[in-house]
């Protein structure tokens, strides 16, 4: 089992910027590409960025690439999601998610559900 908590959402201007973390406990010793997800008000949850265990490979969707950067840290067993030039149609519930012995391509493209696991999520609004 892993656990995943996410931390650094908030509220912030258009134009800003922030930082999510997701900290991971539990088996952390295997191969999880880790990825980040949202989910708007009445919106299905979707891809936003992914990262192989080792960090060697990412993959952003299309409508961040550029502004968001996905990393990880795997001394610290934490990934980052740093978010610039936000605007009000990031606003969204943020998910951090695991999945063991896939690529960050894979996650990209693969239905969200099929992830092993998830966090609680963190809120980030993006106001005009």
């Known amino acids: 089992q892993v656990q995943l908590v996410e931390s650094g959402g908030g509220l912030v201007q258009a134009g800003g910027s922030l930082r999510l973390s997701c900290a991971a406990s539990?088996?952390?010793?295997?191969?999880?590409?880790m990825g980040w997800f949202r989910q708007a008000p009445g919106k299905e949850r979707e891809f936003v960025a992914a990262?192989?265990?080792?960090?060697?490979?990412?993959h952003h969707a299309d409508s961040v690439k550029g502004r968001f950067t996905i990393s990880r840290d795997n001394a610290k067993n934490t990934v980052y999601l740093q978010m610039n030039s936000l605007t009000p149609e990031d606003t969204a519930v943020y998910y951090c998610?695991?999945?063991?012995?896939?690529?960050?391509?894979?996650?990209?493209?693969?239905?969200?559900?099929?992830?092993?696991?998830w966090g609680q999520g963190t809120q980030v609004t993006v106001s005009s």
């Open positions: 539990g088996r952390t010793d295997a191969s999880y590409a």
């Open positions: 990262i192989t265990w080792n960090g060697g490979s990412t």
């Open positions: 998610a695991a999945t063991e012995g896939v690529t960050a391509h894979a996650m990209a493209y693969t239905p969200p559900h099929v992830n092993d696991y």
